[in-house]
């Protein structure tokens, strides 16, 4: 069964230093693996997602995440962080043979210092 | 604007009364789902749907139904909503495959 860890509930950075959030999957196929992002009081946007084609995949606001088979990881990175990026971040896991059903990490708080 | 919309945006119901919360997209999506979301476990999936009347359990569905009379509509009801059922739902939309889901703006739910 496909599951999803995110190894850390809260990151906290100061504004332009780089953003490292991680996840790691479990998953019994190749998957499919997204980054969403909740603001305060809002849904959930995509980021970003990858689906075997690259592994370093590029997504919105200056997001990237590079898919690492050998240690089924799919870590997000940003090179300058801004107070705009605080939010939620889920990882995901698409379960493959389960119609739509995404599989959710808990998630990662992440606090951007001034 | 393509969007997946959610109503109402908040609900205060006492234990018992039943309540139905509604989707609607606008971007003719073959799947949806509905996910609550809770402190410290992410989103989890109650229910999704392939197509009209086409239907199936995600992963916590006791205590909810759901159908899909139309393409466009995905209800969710709670027919004796209990206190463990207080959280945020969001209803989502997809086209299938890898393009993953839009998200309405949630509804928050207690129950009383």
């Known amino acids: 069964a496909q599951s999803v860890t995110q190894l850390d509930s809260h990151v906290s950075v100061s504004e332009g230093t780089p953003v490292l959030l991680r996840c790691n999957y479990s998953s019994s196929y190749s998957p499919s693996l997204f980054w969403y992002v909740q603001h305060p009081n809002k849904g959930l946007q995509l980021l970003l997602k990858y689906t075997s084609a690259a592994t370093l995949v590029k997504g919105i606001n200056g997001f990237e995440a590079e898919f690492k088979k050998s240690e089924t990881s799919f870590h997000l990175t940003k090179p300058s962080a801004h107070m705009s990026d605080a939010a939620e971040y889920f990882c995901v896991v698409r379960h493959f043979n389960y119609g739509q059903n995404f599989v959710f990490g808990p998630g990662t708080r992440l606090s951007v210092l001034p | 604007e393509a969007q997946v919309t959610q109503n109402p945006r908040y609900l205060i119901t006492v234990t018992g009364k039943k309540l139905t919360v509604t989707c609607s997209q606008n971007m003719n999506h073959e799947y949806m789902s509905w996910y609550r979301q809770d402190p410290g476990l992410g989103l989890r999936q109650i229910y999704y749907?392939?197509?009209?009347?086409?239907?199936d359990k995600g992963d916590v569905p006791e205590g909810y139904k759901v159908s899909r009379k139309e393409k466009r509509n995905f209800p969710l009801i709670l027919e004796s909503p209990s206190p463990n059922q207080t959280s945020l739902y969001f209803c989502?939309?997809?086209?299938?495959?890898?393009?993953?889901?839009?998200f309405g703006s949630g509804t928050r739910l207690t129950v009383v």
């Open positions: 989502a939309s997809s086209t299938g495959g890898d393009y993953g889901y839009t």
């Open positions: 749907s392939m197509n009209v009347e086409v239907t």
